[in-house]
C-alpha cells in the first residue's frame, strides 16, 4: 500500500504525495516535469495526468513509489 508522507533529509515533510493527481502536481510544481519524464512515470498531454494519482501511475510503470516522491519533492525543496 502506498505511503503518502516520506520524510525527507533534514527531517522535513513532502509537500508532494502519492495521493495527488499528477496534473495538479505539473500545474503546481511545473520543475517535476523533468522528474515524471525521466521516470517514464506520466504522459504529461494525455487524460491519465488528469485522472491518475502519483501511486496508481508509479504501480502501473513499475516505477519505486518512494523514491519518486523523494525525488519530486527534493526538485519542489530546491525551488524554495
Same mark, same amino acid.
Given at each position: 500500500? *502506498? &505511503?503518502?508522507?516520506? =520524510?525527507?533529509?533534514?527531517?522535513? #515533510?513532502? &509537500?508532494?504525495? *502519492?495521493?495527488?493527481?499528477? %496534473? $495538479? /502536481?505539473? &500545474?503546481? +510544481? =511545473?520543475?517535476? /516535469?523533468?522528474?515524471? $519524464?525521466? +521516470?517514464?512515470?506520466?504522459? #504529461?498531454?494525455?487524460?491519465?495526468?488528469? +485522472?491518475? $494519482?502519483? *501511486?496508481?501511475?508509479?504501480? /502501473?510503470?513499475?516505477? $519505486?513509489? %518512494?523514491? #519518486?516522491?523523494?525525488? #519530486?519533492?527534493?526538485?519542489?525543496?530546491? &525551488?524554495?
Amino acid at each position: 500500500q *502506498a &505511503r503518502s508522507v516520506v =520524510p525527507l533529509k533534514g527531517g522535513r #515533510l513532502m &509537500r508532494i504525495t *502519492a495521493e495527488m493527481k499528477i %496534473d $495538479n /502536481v505539473v &500545474r503546481q +510544481y =511545473p520543475e517535476t /516535469v523533468q522528474v515524471f $519524464n525521466r +521516470y517514464g512515470v506520466a504522459c #504529461l498531454g494525455c487524460s491519465a495526468a488528469e +485522472y491518475d $494519482n502519483i *501511486a496508481t501511475s508509479a504501480q /502501473v510503470h513499475g516505477v $519505486n513509489l %518512494d523514491q #519518486l516522491l523523494r525525488e #519530486l519533492n527534493e526538485t519542489v525543496t530546491i &525551488r524554495n
